[in-house]
């Protein structure tokens, strides 16, 4: 479907063209909750909350950008949101985790695995999303973008609302910033 075909369909019929955006952009949502949060059940809960988000604003897209934009665009803000409400959560207290097989309280680490890693070692996986997140903000996410969701570098500027040779210029010294994070990891790890 294209965009003015989906623009046409939501005007029409909202289920409809619900239906269309939940079976074409749902894995896409999904990794980026997934990416964004490092936490399962986050970004499933996450998932949901943005799909009622585009659901509830289907009425106000009018293809003033691309439809994957737009959604991103809604998935970053919900995401930034949940981190937001997580983080004022963790400040009135301790979150303690039940564990079914124990007599008494104890907490637990969720292990993180995100789906497009192609990563065997989660240590290694793990070094990777440390270094990213060591970034510049604006690096860290037009790395994101582009490497880990597959955004192209038009795309990138559109959701990040910078040109493209901006978005060239963040991924390049992004990459250079890596290659000095991880070979500073990998002499140590040998030492």
């Not at 936490?39 to 994957?68: C, H, M, R």
């Not at 124990?102 to 497009?116: A, M, R, W």
Request: aromatic share 10%; proline share 1%; glycine share 4%.
């Amino acid at each position: 479907m294209t965009e003015q075909e989906f623009i046409d369909c939501a005007k029409r019929d909202k289920d409809t063209a619900f239906s269309y955006l939940t079976t074409a952009y749902a894995q896409k949502i999904y990794g980026s909750c997934i990416q964004l949060l490092r936490n399962e059940e986050d970004a499933e809960d996450l998932v949901q909350e943005v799909f009622v988000s585009i659901y509830l604003s289907l009425d106000s897209f009018g293809g003033n950008s691309k439809l994957s934009t737009w959604i991103y665009a809604i998935t970053h803000n919900k995401a930034k949101e949940f981190l937001r409400n997580k983080t004022r959560l963790k400040r009135q207290g301790t979150l303690t985790i039940l564990d079914e097989h124990s007599e008494g309280l104890s907490s637990h680490t969720i292990n993180f695995n995100h789906p497009g890693v192609q990563l065997e070692d989660k240590e290694r996986a793990a070094v990777l999303f440390d270094a990213i997140d060591s970034l510049a903000e604006n690096q860290s996410r037009a790395y994101r973008l582009a490497k880990i969701e597959g955004y192209s570098y038009t795309e990138i500027s559109e959701i990040m609302e910078l040109s493209v040779s901006s978005i060239e210029s963040l991924l390049f010294r992004a990459n250079k910033r890596l290659r000095e994070i991880l070979a500073d990891f990998y002499q140590k790890s040998k030492s």
